[in-house]
């Protein structure tokens, strides 16, 4: 005379016994105790055929029960379950350097140098030396009124380091892959790593094998 509770997902540890209706998205991975019923793995797999599952069979978190009642046993919950997994999994893509990011990356640190080197070099040179090359109406414009030769090299030193700031560098690739991975998890591709999204961009042909790809967009 068991008796049926509505819990939260969080409630649920290993070894409950769960009842999941036709309709309802299975919360945790498990086993098949009792029922006969197709479920619809796409997320999972990007199959769009539902899979037939009976008593033994083990279905996934996330994956939704559409014919019959089934009573399955938790085997996984949390972020032991196949979900979970998938998350990660696409979060660690994200983490992944591409090719061309590790290469944003040693350019990047010796340009840095170069930068600051070339900035330091402006100040010291306009302050100096150049200052007294300089016109006295420019050097008013830009350094103030008292044209001091000393605030004029500190303005030009300021402007090449945000010309020539090496940021760009070390931030477009990542983002370009946080966003290009976040995009195609919401569309249910799983990249996994930007050196794949990298290599996408050279393919010239591409082979589907899940039923539906091309015909239904599924």
Known sequence: DAIC????????RVGDNLLVLPGETIPVDGKVLAGRSVVDESMLTGESL??????GLFVSA?????????????TSTGSNSTISKIIHMVEDAQSKEAPIQ?????????F???VMTLSLATLVFWSSIGAKV?????LNEIAGPQGNP??????????VLVVSC???????????????TSLGARQGLLLRGGDVLERLASIDFMAFDKTGTLTEGK
Do not use: H, M, Q
């Open 5 to 12: 509770i509505e819990v939260p997902t969080d409630d649920i």
């Open 102 to 110: 590790r290469l944003a990356d040693s350019i990047a640190g010796p």
């Open 166 to 180: 090496p940021c760009a560098l070390g931030l477009a690739t990542p983002t370009a892959i946080l966003v290009g």
């Open 150 to 159: 000393l605030v004029l090299g500190l303005k030009l030193a300021v402007d």
């Open 112 to 114: 840095v140098y170069s």
């Open 50 to 55: 539902p899979v037939f599952k009976e008593e």
């Open 62 to 74: 996330g994956t939704i029960n559409w014919d019959g009642p089934l009573k399955i046993e938790a």
């Open 134 to 138: 300089f016109p006295d109406v420019l």
